[in-house]
């Protein structure tokens, strides 16, 4: 399989998992998994040749550990970026780092500097421990603008914070009093 048809069964399956499970006819329990036997039929009707072997590739090299199986492979999930609101990753609150990071881009600052960083229509705020990460992150809609936001001050002040499998620092909101705006 070659890396192009990994991206667009890597970018499939974050429709599926993380936003639209009813495109194919995919139940998701509470937690968000899926039956790996009924993604892989249910992909199929909808003329997406996905194999078991398929789906472990891209579960094993997605660069962002998007996805995950249980212990023996027999179901499937997103490890975080639900605009499913009734999805439960189970996330238990954790202490996070003093600073976490935030790429975005010039035509969202304005909002952001008013009104914080908000889920939209994600069940969290996604935020990174590393600079590099949040550039990639805002690389994504033009040239990046990182934020650093005060994490453990906002941990302190009663706001929690998860911490995806993948990762990804996950907190409700980020209000602007917590994001530090200097140029970068």
């Known amino acids: 399989m070659n890396t192009n048809n990994i991206k667009i069964t ?36 909808k003329h997406r040749h996905i194999t078991m072997e398929i789906l472990e590739l891209v579960v094993e090299t997605n660069d962002k550990n ?24 189970q996330l238990k609150p954790v ?47 033009g040239k990046p603008i990182i934020l650093s936001i005060r994490a453990l001050d906002m941990y302190k002040e009663g706001f929690p914070f998860y911490l995806s499998e993948n990762k990804v620092w996950l907190t409700d909101a980020v209000p602007s009093a917590f994001i530090d705006f200097k140029e970068n």
């Open 66 to 89: 998007r996805f995950a199986f249980n212990a023996d492979k027999t179901k499937i999930r997103a490890n975080q970026g639900h605009s499913l609101k009734t999805i439960d990753l």
């Open 10 to 45: 890597s970018k499939f399956l974050s429709l599926i998992l993380r936003h639209n499970p009813g495109k194919i006819g995919l139940d998701l329990d509470k937690n968000g998994w899926a039956n790996v036997d009924d993604l892989l039929n249910k992909s199929q009707k």
């Open 95 to 141: 202490t996070p780092p003093a600073f976490l990071y935030h790429g975005t881009v010039a035509k969202f600052m304005e909002a952001i500097q008013k009104e914080g960083l908000k889920k939209q229509n994600r069940q969290h705020v996604h935020l990174s421990v590393d600079t590099e990460t949040a550039i990639k992150v805002g690389s994504r809609r």
